[in-house]
């Protein structure tokens, strides 16, 4: 079994910043891609970045662009998620995400965390 445990989530005043960390352990092989999610109140789950396996190369949803940094520390299984200039609109439940292979012949899945609350409000 494979699982996800987020941390660092947590209430922070508008322009705050906050880190996020996600570590995955179990019988993992290979993990390829890991990201973040998110999903605020009445409103689908959106991905905010996501990293490849080689840490080298990130994509980030618009909005988050220029204040979020997503890193990723292969050998702890660790994905990071650098938040600043924070914005009330960022209040969400932020989800890692990860596409883990647990073992050398066997397909990837992808896992989920169970969430951490991040609320920004003064």
């Known amino acids: 079994q494979v699982q996800l445990v987020e941390s660092g989530g947590g209430l922070v005043q508008p322009g705050g910043s906050l880190r996020l960390s996600c570590a995955a352990s179990?019988?993992?092989?290979?993990?390829?891609?890991m990201g973040w999610y998110r999903q605020a109140p009445g409103k689908q789950r959106e991905l905010v970045a996501h990293i490849l396996s080689g840490s080298s190369s990130a994509d980030y949803a618009d909005s988050v662009k220029g204040r979020f940094t997503i890193s990723r520390d292969n050998a702890k299984n660790t994905v990071y998620l650098q938040m600043s200039s924070l914005k009330p609109e960022d209040t969400a439940v932020y989800y890692c995400?990860?596409?883990?292979?647990?073992?050398?012949?066997?397909?990837?899945?992808?896992?989920w965390g169970q969430g951490t609350q991040v609320t920004v409000s003064s």
């Open positions: 179990g019988s993992i092989f290979r993990i390829n891609t």
């Open positions: 995400n990860a596409d883990i292979a647990p073992s050398r012949f066997g397909p990837p899945v992808v896992y």
